[in-house]
Each structure stands twice: as structure tokens, then as C-alpha cells.
């Protein structure tokens, strides 16, 4: 039986791709006084519910989505948060 689940997918830039986003955040925080936040990353969190079973075939679909549509697989890596079975 099919039932409503969510599935977290957390997309970063790959170690070496500039993220100026990042930099200006982390200059911002030396600004202001937090001299130890040393960097700053960014990335992109999705949330996505899925009604389904997440069997195997429709975990290849959530992979075939997070690469085509969300993620650039040449300069982002990404993470998948399955739920609990």
C-alpha cells in the first residue's frame, strides 16, 4: 500500500567550484564580529513528497529526478535522505 513519504535531497557545489554566495556570507560574519566561522558553503535543500512504495524501481525515479532536474552533476554533488522503512 502506497503511502505519503518525504524525501530530503541536499545538493552542495563539489570541492573547488567557486561559490561567491558562500564567500560574501562568510566575509559578512568576520564583519560583524564572528571571527571563527573560518567558511561558508552554500548549497540547496528539497523536499519532496512522494506517495508511493520507494521500492527499488522508485528509488531509481527519485535518483533520475535529483539528477536531471535538480542537481548539475558536473559542479554540485548530492545527498539523498531516504525515510525510515
Excluded: C
Excluded at 561558508?40 to 539528477?67: S, Y
Aim: charged share 30%.
Amino acid at each position: 500500500m502506497a503511502k505519503t513519504v518525504r524525501i530530503r535531497v541536499i545538493v552542495r557545489l563539489r570541492p573547488g567550484v567557486l561559490d561567491p554566495q558562500g564567500k560574501t556570507i562568510g566575509n559578512v560574519l568576520r564583519s560583524l564580529g564572528y571571527v571563527h566561522a573560518l567558511r561558508v558553503h552554500t548549497g540547496k535543500v528539497f523536499d519532496i513528497e512522494w506517495n508511493g512504495t520507494l521500492d527499488e524501481a522508485e528509488r531509481r525515479q527519485v535518483i533520475e529526478i535529483v539528477e536531471k532536474v535538480l542537481s548539475n552533476p558536473l559542479i554540485e554533488t548530492y545527498e539523498i535522505e531516504w525515510p525510515d522503512r
